[in-house]
């Protein structure tokens, strides 16, 4: 073994058994287990019993399915160093198998970049929805399943594919999540293109808003166009707050770790397990993907009081004699009002 190497394995046996570094991992741990189930009842509970548009339950499943995996697939790593601490002997023991390694964190790239570009596709969708506002909600076939399976899935997986070949699985490390020797241009390239993406998405979503709640007063507009842009209108709202707290989360680990590689801080110079601990913080996925069921269950939980009260509105207006005349004609004036007013 050269000296290279063994001082290498000496840095990681030093970081795996850190105090600080374990407890970080575990919490992340504990929030990605917790994540798996949480968001296993969102899918069940809001997205396959709501009245969403099949393309739109479909993007949110992915979605969300690409959280599921990534957890589990968090929590596998953590096992996977676990296994390692049972059968170390020198300080080399603790680095990852080559083929696990692979495996594992291969995955969890996908993962990350299907959720990144289904997230964008959203958008996407809700754009479709706006344009064909008067017969979207019969606009569905197996076509545009396949297509959006080929740009939430292929594409990502293509572009991992560029990013990664030149990795070198061979590095030693000590969990699946860091990514191997070669990699670290191209990946960050993809991470930037992603966050690009994704303030761009963000634009889009709030002149789709806007051009919906423009259309909202309109009197010409059929029950079925009425109905797609209330939905969009809610929708966006939705998924504006899935993409700030995404982009807010990104900008943190971007910065941070960039601010870590290339600048120098005293307190790190002789302390690699405080740094790889600090690393690990900026990590913050697993806590991501405990967020964003509990914040989605918020959003369409008021989303479905607000069609609920609609409704009630609706319910209680008189529709017969004198009253229900005088409310009709308020109901009229009111909308010529609004379309006149726009």
């Given amino acids: 073994m050269d000296r290279e190497l063994f001082e290498i394995c000496q840095e990681n046996s030093s970081t795996a058994f850190s105090v600080g570094?374990?407890?970080?991992?575990?919490?992340?741990?504990?929030?990605?287990?917790t994540s798996v189930f949480t968001c296993s009842y969102f899918i069940k509970t809001f997205i396959w019993k709501s009245t969403f548009h099949p393309n739109f339950k479909l993007l949110l499943t992915m979605y969300f399915s690409a959280a599921i995996f990534h957890s589990i697939l968090f929590t596998a790593s953590y096992l996977m160093m676990i296994e390692r601490f049972l059968d170390y002997q020198t300080e080399c023991d603790i680095h990852v198998s080559v083929v696990p390694y692979m495996i594992v964190h291969s995955s969890i790239?996908?993962?990350?970049?299907?959720?990144?570009?289904?997230?964008?596709?959203m958008v996407i969708e809700r754009l479709f929805a706006t344009i064909k506002i008067e017969s979207y909600e019969h606009n569905t076939s197996f076509k545009h399943i396949l297509a959006y399976l080929f740009f939430c899935i292929v594409l990502p997986v293509s572009l991992l594919v560029w990013a990664y070949q030149d990795a070198d699985y061979k590095s030693p490390v000590i969990t699946a999540i860091s990514p191997p020797k070669g990699v670290e241009f191209r990946l960050?390239?993809?991470?930037?293109?992603?966050?690009?993406?994704?303030?761009?998405?963000?634009i889009l979503l709030q002149v789709v808003r806007y051009v919906n709640?423009?259309?909202?007063?309109?009197?010409?507009?059929?029950?079925?166009g009425r109905f797609q842009i209330v939905e969009n209108i809610d929708t966006t709202t939705f998924i504006s707050s899935i993409l700030i707290i995404n982009m807010i989360i990104s900008v943190i680990y971007i910065v941070g770790?960039?601010?870590?590689?290339?600048?120098?801080?005293?307190?790190?110079?002789?302390?690699?397990?405080?740094?790889?601990?600090?690393?690990?913080?900026f990590y913050l996925h697993p806590l991501f993907s405990f967020l964003m069921p509990l914040i989605s269950s918020y959003h369409l939980s008021k989303m479905?009081?607000?069609?609920?009260?609609?409704?009630?509105?609706?319910?209680?207006?008189?529709?017969?004699?004198?009253?229900?005349?005088?409310?009709?004609?308020?109901?009229?004036?009111?909308?010529?009002?609004?379309?006149?007013l726009k």
Wanted: proline share 0%.
């Fill in 21 to 33: 570094y374990q407890l970080v991992y575990l919490i992340y741990v504990v929030l990605s287990v």
């Fill in 109 to 121: 790239a996908i993962c990350l970049f299907c959720g990144m570009l289904t997230q964008v596709f």
């Fill in 188 to 202: 960050n390239i993809l991470y930037i293109f992603c966050f690009l993406l994704a303030i761009l998405a963000l």
């Fill in 213 to 224: 709640k423009r259309r909202e007063s309109r009197i010409e507009i059929s029950l079925s």
């Fill in 257 to 281: 770790i960039f601010s870590l590689r290339n600048f120098e801080f005293d307190v790190f110079i002789n302390n690699r397990a405080g740094l790889s601990t600090v690393k690990l913080v």
């Fill in 304 to 340: 479905r009081e607000r069609r609920l009260k609609r409704r009630d509105h609706l319910l209680a207006i008189k529709t017969k004699g004198r009253e229900g005349s005088d409310a009709y004609n308020q109901l009229l004036h009111d909308q010529w009002q609004q379309h006149f």
